[in-house]
């Protein structure tokens, strides 16, 4: 059984920083993309940055140059990397992975996710 449990969020102030980690357990695919989302009351679950086996990653524009999404191999835990956090930053931040490496920022594109945790920024 696949299985991701997200750790991490807390409560900033503006500039702030933050590391969300997930674990990922049961999943065994040779090619995958693992992938962050967010999502605040009222919309859409939006894709934040995605990463797959081989490295490659697409970060949204709306986080570019201040998010990066990285991996550790052992034991099976990938992250969020959150600097210079806005107010608009704030949501339910998800982790999800896909059994291949195209790295989409649709959420409809995958079927594993984790139960979420809370960032909140305040200005």
């Known amino acids: 059984q696949v299985r991701l449990v997200e750790s991490g969020g807390d409560s900033v102030e503006a500039g702030g920083s933050l590391t969300l980690s997930c674990v990922v357990s049961g999943f065994t695919a040779h090619y995958y993309s693992l992938a962050w989302f967010r999502q605040t009351p009222g919309k859409e679950r939006e894709g934040v940055a995605a990463?797959?086996?081989?490295?490659?990653?697409r970060i949204a524009d709306a986080v570019q140059g201040r998010f990066t999404i990285r991996q550790d191999v052992q034991p099976n835990t990938f992250y969020l990397v959150m600097n210079d956090l806005k107010p608009e930053d704030t949501g339910t931040y998800y982790c999800?992975?896909?059994?291949?490496?195209?790295?989409?920022?649709?959420?409809?594109?995958?079927?594993?996710w984790g139960q979420g945790t809370q960032v909140t920024v305040s200005s």
């Open positions: 999800a992975a896909r059994a291949d490496g195209s790295i989409p920022l649709t959420p409809s594109s995958y079927t594993n």
């Open positions: 990463l797959s086996q081989f490295a490659h990653q």
